[in-house]
């Protein structure tokens, strides 16, 4: 296939195509891409077609899009979607031999995939949808059209494609414009594979071997230089008007302030008063309590320093805080999550340490501390990428 058939359908390409190296990026996937997909991702880049269906290509922009991210947070998504509804058991996803490989989605809640496993001709891959509405009504999401990626897109915009569940996805304007939440993609590189502080074999025992920091320590190798801030514990302590809990203090320095598991933030402990971890506290407590003066019964958490009051020491991207209620001695106190989207749960088993790498293990799941899928390979989540900055943490 040529760009002039392509733009037949979608019309001229623009200016500013984003360069695409499809042999570093099919040495990273294992597989030879279909040409037609390649042809319009080197002319045109990433698309919005239709004002209605984002054809992904391999790019990448801070803080919006990695072409890599998007394929794993897009399989696994599919994949947990559609275990609820029939047939309740999830096709394969890339890398998995004969895996569905995605490669675009919709406004409506719909993802499009190669179906890898149907040929070996990557040019005859028929494409296949996974509708998230008809999941979500126990309906069977999964919709395949027989044809590969140029004609399944013409249908698109000629006459539309059936949707599970009913209705279709078009027939959809004849526009083809840059994707607006990528005004300034850059082309995308596959990941560096990281050199192995501790080896996959001696990680992956620890997903279920040993307990505390030295089970954490291997499951998830420490930065070499942990960032604490320029302070000293004596004085937080002082500035609280508590100590912390051993456990606490000895996770952090190891790990410093940083992000585990791409959601939960450990913030920078010893910063002065008006920044990191001490801020964090006022500003979460101040928070709670303009809550619980407008819903009392919703809220019913002492806070610090009221006695047994909860003490934060975490947040989650999403707005959950984890910390402590104060009860007794600190290395007796216990963990507890404030969750942001539901009702307030009881307090978890163990300390902090125990509570984080149950978590990372797959072995816990709380409001507010989503836990992994069944089909999740610890390893791939057991990360932490600590933080150097001056910013909030």
């Known amino acids: 296939?040529?760009?002039?058939?392509?733009?037949?359908?979608?019309?001229?390409?623009?200016?500013?195509?984003?360069?695409?190296?499809?042999?570093?990026?099919?040495?990273?996937?294992?597989?030879?891409?279909?040409?037609?997909?390649?042809?319009?991702?080197?002319?045109?880049?990433?698309?919005?077609?239709?004002?209605?269906?984002?054809?992904?290509?391999?790019?990448?922009?801070d803080g919006r899009f990695d072409y890599g991210t998007w394929l794993r947070t897009t399989h696994r998504q599919c994949r947990i979607a559609s275990r609820d509804a029939p047939p309740?058991?999830?096709?394969?996803?890339?890398?998995?031999?004969?895996?569905?490989?995605?490669?675009?989605?919709?406004?409506?809640?719909?993802?499009?995939?190669?179906?890898?496993?149907?040929?070996?001709?990557?040019?005859?891959?028929?494409?296949?949808?996974?509708h998230e509405d008809a999941a979500d009504r126990r309906v069977n999401p999964w919709q395949g059209y027989g044809t590969g990626l140029f004609d399944t897109l013409a249908t698109a915009l000629r006459t539309g494609l059936p949707l599970p569940g009913g209705g279709t996805l078009g027939p959809l304007p004849p526009t083809a414009r840059r994707t607006a939440f990528l005004p300034g993609p850059a082309p995308w590189r596959p990941p560096v594979p990281a050199v192995e502080a501790v080896p996959v074999e001696r990680r992956?025992?620890?997903?279920?071997?040993?307990?505390?920091?030295?089970?954490?320590?291997?499951?998830?190798?420490?930065?070499?230089?942990p960032y604490l801030?320029?302070?000293?514990?004596?004085?937080?302590?002082?500035?609280?008007?508590?100590?912390?809990?051993?456990?606490?203090?000895a996770l952090l320095e190891r790990y410093g302030a940083g992000c585990w598991?791409?959601?939960?933030?450990?913030?920078?402990?010893?910063?002065?008063p008006d920044a990191g971890f001490v801020r964090h506290i006022a500003r979460t407590l101040s928070a709670y309590r303009t809550l619980r003066d407008?819903?009392?019964?919703?809220?019913?958490?002492?806070?610090?320093?009221?006695?047994g009051g909860f003490l934060p020491c975490a947040n989650t991207i999403d707005g959950d805080q984890l910390g402590w209620l104060t009860r007794g001695a600190p290395d007796?106190?216990?963990?507890?999550?404030?969750?942001?989207?539901?009702?307030?749960?009881?307090?978890?088993p163990g300390t902090l340490t125990d509570v984080l790498l149950a978590w990372l293990r797959g072995q816990l799941s709380t409001e507010g501390l989503?836990?992994?899928?069944?089909?999740?390979?610890?390893?791939?989540?057991?990360?932490?990428?600590?933080?150097?900055?001056d910013g909030y943490w």
Request: some cysteine.
């Open 1 to 61: 296939m040529d760009a002039s058939r392509l733009a037949t359908l979608l019309g001229p390409p623009p200016d500013d195509p984003v360069p695409v190296d499809w042999h570093a990026v099919e040495s990273w996937l294992g597989l030879r891409l279909p040409a037609d997909y390649k042809v319009l991702a080197t002319a045109y880049g990433p698309l919005d077609i239709g004002d209605h269906l984002w054809l992904h290509t391999p790019c990448a922009q």
């Open 332 to 348: 007796d106190w216990p963990v507890i999550v404030w969750p942001r989207h539901a009702g307030q749960g009881p307090p978890l």
């Open 261 to 272: 598991m791409g959601w939960l933030r450990f913030l920078t402990p010893l910063r002065p």
């Open 229 to 249: 801030g320029a302070g000293a514990w004596p004085a937080l302590f002082a500035q609280l008007g508590t100590r912390l809990p051993i456990d606490y203090i």
């Open 204 to 225: 992956r025992a620890a997903v279920t071997e040993g307990s505390g920091l030295a089970a954490l320590r291997l499951l998830t190798p420490p930065p070499a230089q």
């Open 370 to 389: 989503p836990g992994l899928d069944r089909d999740d390979d610890p390893l791939e989540f057991a990360v932490f990428e600590p933080s150097s900055d």
């Open 294 to 307: 407008a819903a009392p019964g919703c809220f019913p958490l002492p806070l610090w320093p009221a006695p």
């Open 88 to 130: 309740n058991d999830p096709p394969p996803f890339h890398p998995a031999p004969g895996g569905l490989l995605a490669f675009g989605m919709t406004r409506s809640g719909s993802h499009l995939f190669w179906d890898t496993g149907a040929c070996a001709d990557p040019d005859r891959w028929p494409v296949v949808l996974f």
